[in-house]
C-alpha cells in the first residue's frame, strides 16, 4: 500500500530562515506525490505537485520540493520563511484507486 | 466561481441524534470525497465517490453513510451520532487521473465543523 510518513509534527523558524519540511513516502511504483498547505479556519489548498516530469518542482509562494527517489523522499523547501507561511502543511501521494492519502501534518511556526 | 461547497459550517449535536453534511462542487468533477480531520492524525477518508450513483468505502466508514445522488453534490449523513465523531469534516473534488494530459489535483471546501455532546 502507499503511504507518506511527515517528520516533526512541528516546526519553528525565524522570519527570514530556511523552511525545510520532511515527507518520506512509501510506494512499489513511481508515485505521485502532492504538498498541500491548510491556514487557520481554511481548507486545503495545493502548493505543489509531482508527477514525474521534473525532480525539481517549484509551487506556488516560493515554495519547492525534490523529489528523491534513492531517498524515497519529497521534501518541501522555502528559502526564507515569512510570517504569512505559518500554518499546516500535508504530504500526499496518490493511491492506486484515484484517492489521495495524506501524511499527519507538519505545524510551521514563524517566528519574528 | 464557488468551487466546492459545504453546508452547514458548524453543528453541535447530540449523542444518537442524525444529519446530513451537504457538499456541492461546480467544477464538473467525475470524483468527490469526504475526509475528516483529526488532531495528529492529519486527514482520513471517510467514502468516496467515482461517479454519479456510486460510493464507495475509505479508511474510516463506519458510522457514517453518503449518497451521489447528482454529479455535482455528495451528502455525508450520520444515522446516530457519536461523541467519536467529533471532528472537522472535509469534502473535496477532482480529477486525479487526466489519462494523457497527466495528473490533476483535488479541491477542497472549508470544512464542517461537527460537535457531539
Known amino acids: 500500500a502507499q503511504s507518506v510518513t511527515q517528520l516533526g509534527s512541528h516546526v519553528s523558524v525565524s522570519e527570514g530562515a530556511l523552511v525545510l519540511l520532511r515527507c518520506n513516502y512509501s510506494s512499489s511504483v513511481p508515485p505521485y506525490l502532492f504538498w498541500y498547505v491548510q491556514y487557520p479556519n481554511q481548507g486545503l489548498q495545493l502548493l505543489l505537485k509531482y508527477t514525474s516530469a521534473a525532480t525539481l518542482v517549484k509551487g506556488i509562494n516560493g515554495f519547492e520540493a525534490e523529489f528523491k527517489k534513492s531517498e524515497t523522499s519529497f521534501h518541501l523547501t522555502k528559502p526564507s520563511a515569512h510570517m504569512s507561511d505559518a500554518a499546516e502543511y500535508f504530504c500526499a501521494v496518490r493511491s492506486f484507486t484515484d484517492k489521495l492519502i495524506f501524511g499527519t501534518g507538519t505545524r510551521l511556526q514563524v517566528f519574528p | 466561481n464557488a468551487g466546492v461547497t459545504q453546508t452547514p459550517k458548524f453543528r453541535v449535536l447530540k449523542t444518537g441524534q442524525s444529519m446530513t453534511l451537504l457538499c456541492a462542487q461546480d467544477m464538473n468533477h467525475e470524483y468527490m470525497y469526504w475526509y475528516r480531520q483529526d488532531p495528529g492524525m492529519g486527514l482520513r477518508l471517510i467514502h468516496y465517490?467515482?461517479?454519479?450513483?456510486?460510493?464507495a468505502k475509505g479508511e474510516v466508514p463506519d458510522g457514517y453513510n453518503v449518497s451521489r445522488l447528482k454529479k455535482q453534490n455528495f451528502l455525508l449523513g450520520l444515522e446516530s451520532a457519536a461523541p467519536s465523531q467529533t471532528s472537522v469534516y472535509f469534502c473535496?473534488?477532482?480529477?486525479?487521473?487526466?489519462?494523457?494530459?497527466?495528473?490533476?489535483?483535488?479541491?477542497f471546501g472549508e470544512g464542517s465543523r461537527l460537535t457531539v455532546l
Open positions: 473535496a473534488s477532482g480529477n486525479l487521473n487526466l489519462g494523457l494530459a497527466g495528473v490533476g489535483e483535488l479541491f
Open positions: 465517490s467515482v461517479g454519479e450513483g456510486t460510493t
